[in-house]
C-alpha cells in the first residue's frame, strides 16, 4: 500500500476522492429520502452540453459543465414551482436537451475528441493539483452548508408540506440543494465520468438506509460506506490495472446487494423493502 503513496498523481486521486466521497454520500442522504435519484443523473447527462462547448469553445470543460449543470438545475426548478411540471418529466426534458445540444456542440468540435473520453467515463488519475484543491474547498464548503441546513433539507425530504408547516421556506431549500448537487455532480465527474457519477451519491446512501436507525447514523454511515468504497476502488484498480470509476461503482453495488440479501433473509421481503 506504501507504494500507491510515491506517485503524485495517486495521492492527487486520494486526496481529491475522500473529499468528494464525503459530499457525495452526505447529499446522497437527501437525494435518496426524497426519492430524486433521476436528478443527479439528469443533470450530470445535461452537463454535457457545458462541457463540449467549452471544449468547442477551447475553455475550461469543469467551469462549463458546472455553468450548464447550475443553469439546468435552476430551469429544472422553475419547470416544477412555475411551470407546474412534474419532476420527472422536467429531469427527462433537461436531461435529453442538455445531451442532445452537448452532442451538438462535439460534432462541430474537429479532430478526436480524446478529452471528451474522460469526461464520459471519468479519469481520477488524471485530476491536477488544481482540481484537488478544487475539490477539497468544494467539499468543504458545500458539506458544511448541508450539515448547517441539515433540519431543513430533512424535513424537506421526508414531506414538503411538514417542512411548510414547521416554517421553513421549502422552495429556497429545495433550490440551494439542485443548486450543490449540480457542482457537487460535475466536480465528480472527473472520478467516474457522466455515466456513472450519480452513483456515488445513491449506492452509499442506500447501503445506509438498509442498516440505519436514524437519520443521523445514515449521514454518518453513508460517509463510511462511501469512503470506504471510493478508496478501496482507487487502491483495488490501481493494483489490478483496471478502471477507477467502475470499480468503485461495482464495489459499491455488490455492498448494496449483499446488505440487502441480509435485510431479506433477518428481516423477511416485506421489512427489507419498507427499509
Not at 471544449?55 to 429544472?76: H, N, Q, S, Y
Request: hydrophobic share 60%; net charge positive.
Amino acid at each position: 500500500m506504501i507504494e500507491i503513496f510515491q506517485y503524485a498523481f495517486m495521492k492527487n486521486a486520494i486526496i481529491s476522492g475522500a473529499f468528494l466521497a464525503l459530499l457525495l454520500a452526505y447529499i446522497g442522504v437527501f437525494v435518496v429520502l426524497k426519492r430524486m435519484s433521476f436528478f443527479g443523473d439528469g443533470i450530470a447527462h445535461a452537463s454535457l452540453a457545458g462541457v463540449a462547448a467549452a471544449i468547442l469553445f477551447r475553455g475550461d470543460p469543469i467551469v462549463g459543465g458546472v455553468l450548464a449543470a447550475l443553469f439546468f438545475a435552476f430551469v429544472i426548478f422553475i419547470m416544477e414551482e412555475k411551470m407546474k411540471t412534474s419532476g420527472d418529466a422536467a429531469i427527462g426534458i433537461i436531461f435529453s436537451f442538455g445531451m442532445a445540444l452537448g452532442i451538438l456542440f462535439l460534432g462541430l468540435v474537429p479532430g478526436y475528441k480524446t478529452e471528451l473520453i474522460s469526461f464520459l467515463f471519468g479519469n481520477i488519475l488524471a485530476i491536477s493539483s488544481s482540481g484537488v484543491w478544487l475539490s477539497v474547498t468544494a467539499a468543504i464548503v458545500f458539506t458544511a452548508i448541508l450539515f448547517i441546513l441539515r433540519r431543513q433539507l430533512g424535513l424537506l425530504s421526508l414531506s414538503e408540506d411538514l417542512a411548510k408547516a414547521e416554517g421553513i421556506n421549502a422552495k429556497m431549500i429545495k433550490l440551494v440543494l439542485y443548486l450543490i448537487i449540480a457542482v457537487s455532480v460535475v466536480l465528480g465527474i472527473k472520478i467516474l465520468g457522466i455515466i456513472l457519477v450519480s452513483a456515488a451519491m445513491i449506492i452509499p446512501a442506500s447501503c445506509a438506509k438498509l442498516s440505519a436507525k436514524s437519520f443521523a447514523m445514515m449521514g454518518i454511515l453513508s460517509i463510511v460506506f462511501s469512503e470506504v468504497f471510493m478508496l478501496g476502488g482507487i487502491a483495488g484498480s490501481y493494483f489490478l490495472n483496471i478502471p477507477t470509476g467502475s470499480f468503485i461503482v461495482i464495489i459499491g453495488a455488490s455492498a448494496f446487494f449483499v446488505l440487502q440479501g441480509i435485510n431479506y433473509l433477518f428481516k423477511g421481503p416485506k421489512k427489507a423493502i419498507r427499509r
